[in-house]
């Protein structure tokens, strides 16, 4: 999920800003940190790692498929038959 020093920073940061003795500041920013998680958490969100690897294996199989596309093209023009001109026969 997010990387846990990132909670920590942002909730370091937001005790900071109130003007509380050092005791309550650190009850509040476990409180924060424990909302954030849970909050971030409901989100469902990815790591960049697993965004970016995920991303690696869509570009790979939009290649194979416009690879694939390109020789099913290519089939069905070769078994396509070929047309005598009009007025001859054709068995």
Do not use: C, W, Y
């Amino acid at each position: 999920m997010l990387n846990n020093e990132f909670l920590n920073d942002l909730s370091s940061r937001i005790s900071s800003l109130l003007p509380l003795a050092d005791s309550a500041r650190n009850d509040v920013e476990k409180g924060v940190h424990e909302i954030l998680q849970g909050a971030f958490n409901r989100l469902n969100l990815v790591t960049r790692e697993e965004f970016t690897a995920q991303l690696a294996v869509l570009e790979r199989a939009e290649q194979t498929i416009a690879e694939l596309e390109s020789k099913i093209a290519a089939l069905e023009e070769r078994s396509k038959p070929i047309s005598s001109p009009p007025g001859t026969d054709n068995p």
